[in-house]
């Protein structure tokens, strides 16, 4: 079983940055792809950016591309989202995944989420 623990999300305003963090403590996740989805209420969860086990290659989704960026510490266990250009659009609870089969939603262990709001 691996525990993910997002944080760094929060109420900013539009044109704000934000940086989400995902921890696994004392787990290794260093072999396995990860990923950033969001939802709002209503709606189904939505990908946002993927990432390699290695980094070497992303996926963001068409509506972050060029604002988000995803990254990786494996010495860290943990994987980052940095956000910046904040819209309205993009307030979501934010969950970070991992163990994932790469561009799908199937992922073995998920975080609980951290809301991001974004004031206009």
């Known amino acids: 079983q691996v525990r993910l623990v997002e944080s760094g999300g929060g109420l900013v305003q539009a044109g704000d940055s934000l940086r989400l963090t995902c921890a696994a403590p004392?787990?290794?996740?260093?072999?396995?792809?990860s990923a950033w989805f969001r939802q709002t209420a209503g709606t189904e969860r939505e990908l946002v950016a993927a990432i390699t086990w290695d980094a070497y290659t992303t996926q963001y989704s068409d509506s972050v591309k060029g604002r988000f960026a995803i990254s990786r510490d494996n010495a860290k266990n943990s994987v980052y989202l940095q956000m910046n250009s904040l819209e309205p659009g993009d307030a979501a609870t934010y969950y970070c995944?991992?163990?994932?089969?790469?561009?799908?939603?199937?992922?073995?262990?998920w975080g609980q989420g951290t809301q991001v709001t974004v004031s206009s």
């Open positions: 004392g787990r290794a996740i260093s072999s396995y792809h």
């Open positions: 995944a991992t163990t994932c089969v790469w561009q799908t939603a199937s992922c073995a262990y």
